[in-house]
């Protein structure tokens, strides 16, 4: 049984840094791909970042390029999402998710929820202003 179990969230003043995680187990986890959606209050879930299973490269939405990073570690099973210079507009529940090397090449693909195969519960992220 595949699970992805985030953790990490919380409150935080804008400005602020904040590290969610997701662990995963069930899986071979270095054959996933991973990312980070999010959905706000009353609006859709949206890709934030991802990181390839094959060499690690990294997509980010263009909201978030310079403040957060994304990180995987393959010995732990885990994969991070470290955000700096939090803003009000980040506020959100933070998902990760896994899809299964070879099916996406290029940030065009990675951002296609339909495409993963296993996603977590969720963890919330409020930026107070």
């Known amino acids: 049984q595949v699970q992805l179990v985030e953790s990490g969230g919380g409150l935080v003043q804008a400005g602020g840094s904040l590290r969610v995680s997701c662990a995963a187990s069930?899986?071979?986890?270095?054959?996933?791909?991973m990312a980070w959606f999010r959905q706000g209050s009353g609006k859709e879930r949206e890709f934030v970042a991802a990181?390839?299973?094959?060499?690690?490269?990294?997509y980010y939405v263009d909201s978030v390029k310079g403040r957060f990073t994304i990180a995987r570690d393959n010995a732990k099973n885990t994969v991070s999402l470290q955000m700096n210079s939090l803003k009000p507009e980040d506020t959100a529940v933070y998902y990760c998710a896994a899809q299964r090397d070879g099916v996406c090449s290029g940030y065009g693909c990675y951002d296609h929820q339909v495409l993963y195969d296993y996603w977590g519960q969720g963890t919330q992220v409020t930026v107070s202003s």
């Open positions: 069930g899986l071979t986890f270095r054959r996933y791909s």
């Open positions: 990181i390839t299973a094959s060499d690690d490269s990294t």
